[in-house]
T-cell receptor, first 112, second 115 residues
Framework: GAGVSQSPSNKVTEKGKDVELRCDPI?????LYWYRQSLGQGLEFLIY????????KSGLPSDRFSAERTGGSVSTLTIQRTQQEDSAVYLC??????????FGPGTRLTVL | AQSVAQPEDQVNVAEGNPLTVKCTYS??????LFWYVQYPNRGLQFLLK??????LVKGSYGFEAEFNKSQTSFHLKKPSALVSDSALYFC?????????????FGKGTKLSVKP
């Protein structure tokens, strides 16, 4: 079956611009996670959705970061006023709510 | 809080030899542990998990991992390495304990298998 998909695969933007990253989870998966992977920080948790609710936003690095999930499916991660330190690979994962998380291919964000 | 550590940045193995990628953990209660593999410019692929039961867990691509409670380790192993196994390997566990919730990851171990 289809796995987790993310778009765009690559995004280059200028400092100060807003960006939106999209995640389509595996059909039927109720839990959705966003992580960030960067050279200096490794893999960091950003936010977790159960259905459309986000019980854990503890990993969002600043108020420039926000995310939403609609219809218990697609999620969008928005970064406002991007900074160079936001450059990273943003990974989305989904699970059926019990254990294994399945990851998408990621979006590579480059902020110039 | 839980933690997962991978003490080796890189592991080098000759093709055909056995490989081990190390992971140690610190959790309260019963640990739930995972191994993922990442190929260049790709997302993470699930390899195997330990939830409960047998300490030797078998996973994808011939990999297995041994859960050792006394040593708080969950090392990834394969009897005979392939060049195509060269990749970045991550050990992970749920931050809040239990089987759900966000994962915390080790820093990753780069496996290089030479012909």
């Amino acid at each position: 079956g289809a796995g987790v998909s993310q778009s765009p695969s690559n995004k280059v933007t200028e400092k100060g611009k807003d960006v939106e990253l999209r995640c389509d989870p595996i059909s039927g998966h109720t839990a959705l996670y966003w992580y960030r992977q960067s050279l200096g920080q490794g893999l960091e948790f950003l936010i977790y959705f159960q259905g459309n609710s986000a019980p854990d936003k503890s990993g969002l690095p600043s108020d420039r970061f926000s995310a939403e999930r609609t219809g218990g499916s697609v999620s969008t991660l928005t970064i406002q006023r991007t900074q160079q330190e936001d450059s990273a690979v943003y990974l989305c994962a989904s699970s059926s709510g019990v254990d294994t998380q399945y990851f998408g291919p990621g979006t590579r964000l480059t902020v110039l | 809080a839980q933690s997962v550590a991978q003490p080796e940045d890189q592991v080098n193995v000759a093709e055909g030899n056995p490989l081990t990628v190390k992971c140690t953990y610190s959790v309260s209660g019963n640990p739930y542990l995972f191994w993922y593999v990442q190929y260049p410019n790709r997302g993470l692929q699930f390899l195997l998990k330990y939830i409960t039961g047998d300490n030797l867990v078998k996973g994808s691509y011939g990999f297995e991992a041994e859960f050792n409670k006394s040593q708080t380790s969950f090392h990834l192993k394969k009897p005979s390495a392939l060049v195509s196994d060269s990749a970045l390997y991550f050990c992970a566990g749920p931050q809040g304990g239990g089987s759900q919730g966000n994962l915390i990851f080790g820093k990753g171990t780069k496996l290089s298998v030479k012909p």
